[in-house]
């Protein structure tokens, strides 16, 4: 089993700048991880409609949306189960629920997990 909690959400000033954090905490077995990723949820969006803002595969390699490239970045560190996303040069159109989202394998199961959410907003 695998825990997922963010912090690092506030409000910030257009410009301005904030890290989330993501700590997996695992319980059991232990999980191959094949994704780790933060999505977003902007205000009024219906149902599950999540943007995937940066993931790491399990390579190393790091993808970033379109909108947030350049601004955000994604960083890990394995020592202590953790996953940042530092966000500069914050828009309005950035205010959302930040979600960390993880896909793992335990044995041969494959699983997916997400944390409860933290929110940023971006305004004046």
């Known amino acids: 089993h695998v825990q997922l909690v963010e912090s690092g959400g506030g409000l910030v000033q257009p410009g301005g700048s904030l890290k989330l954090s993501c700590a997996c905490i695992i319980s059991g077995g232990i999980a191959d991880i094949h994704i780790v990723a933060w999505y977003r949820q902007a205000p009024g969006h219906q149902g599950d409609q999540r943007e995937l803002?940066?993931?790491?595969?399990?390579?190393?390699?790091?993808y970033y949306s379109d909108s947030v490239q350049g601004r955000f970045t994604m960083s890990r560190d394995a020592a202590k189960n953790t996953v940042y996303l530092q966000m500069d040069s914050l828009k309005p159109e950035d205010t959302a629920i930040y979600y960390c989202?993880?896909?793992?394998?335990?044995?041969?199961?494959?699983?997916?997990?997400w944390g409860q959410g933290t929110q940023v907003t971006v305004a004046s």
């Open positions: 803002v940066a993931q790491i595969f399990s390579g190393g390699s790091i």
């Open positions: 989202h993880l896909q793992y394998y335990i044995g041969v199961t494959f699983q997916l997990d």
